[in-house]
T-cell receptor, first 113, second 115 residues
Framework: DTEVTQTPKHLVMGMTNKKSLKCEQH?????MYWYKQKAKKPPELMFV???????INESVPSRFSPECPNSSLLNLHLHALQPEDSALYLC????????????FGSGTRLTVV | DQQVKQNSPSLSVQEGRISILNCDYT??????FLWYKKYPAEGPTFLIS?????DKNEDGRFTVFLNKSAKHLSLHIVPSQPGDSAVYFC??????????????FGGGTRVLVKP
């Protein structure tokens, strides 16, 4: 299995809703990542988990809350988002110490209304 | 401050010819470089990578060249095929042991291969 699977593929949520994005990989990768991509822009890093511990938070607002329940799963909990948070949210995984095999999922297209 | 730059936002090439995509970086701590291909509303697909200890890596139709002194890398696609039409991102990483690897992306180059 060489894939990173993200669910849901599309999500529409109101500004008062709470929702979660899910990411799963079975490549034995011990580093997992959340990126955000706005239209016509490159992906930007949000969070890095290494060996199930949060190692990098790129000054992301607290309305985004990541969670890594085990070595295969990564969640992103969303609460009280703003319309400007609408974007493609990408999960990725890699070997932790080398970065080899850096693989992205297909993303969740999030629209905040 | 953009640490990774792709100065050509678009490239048009005839099928069968060579596509050359360029990428420049400013951070001398970068030591691992990757190229990704991306279709709209999909995640980036890994193409090829190169470590800073090498100056060339080849995989099928794709070759990446690294010039460390110039802080420049390029991706060559030979021969170009219509299915290669997509946005190509250059990305760079510093090696942070045990902390995972942050990728810094360039702005992308849109490639159109004409039949």
């Amino acid at each position: 299995d060489t894939e990173v699977t993200q669910t849901p593929k599309h999500l529409v949520m109101g500004m008062t809703n709470k929702k979660s994005l899910k990411c799963e990989q079975h490549m034995g990768h011990r580093a997992m990542y959340w990126y955000k991509q706005k239209a016509k822009k490159p992906p930007e890093l949000m969070f890095v988990y290494s060996y199930e511990k949060l190692s990098i938070n790129e000054s992301v607002p607290s309305r985004f809350s990541p969670e890594c329940p085990n070595s295969s799963l990564l969640n992103l909990h969303l609460h009280a988002l703003q319309p400007e948070d609408s974007a493609l949210y990408l999960c990725a995984s890699s070997q932790a110490r080398t970065g080899y095999g850096y693989t992205f999922g297909s993303g969740t297209r999030l629209t905040v209304v | 401050d953009q640490q990774v730059k792709q100065n050509s936002p678009s490239l048009s090439v005839q099928e069968g010819r060579i596509s050359i995509l360029n990428c420049d970086y400013t951070n001398s701590m970068f030591d691992y470089f990757l190229w990704y291909k991306k279709y709209p509303a999909e995640g980036p697909t890994f193409l090829i990578s190169i470590s800073s200890i090498k100056d060339k890596n080849e995989d099928g139709r794709f070759t990446v060249f690294l010039n460390k002194s110039a802080k420049h890398l390029s991706l060559h696609i030979v021969p170009s095929q219509p299915g290669d039409s997509a946005v190509y991102f250059c990305a760079a990483s510093e090696r942070w042991e045990a902390a995972g690897n942050k990728l810094t992306f360039g702005g992308g180059t849109r490639v159109l291969v004409k039949p």
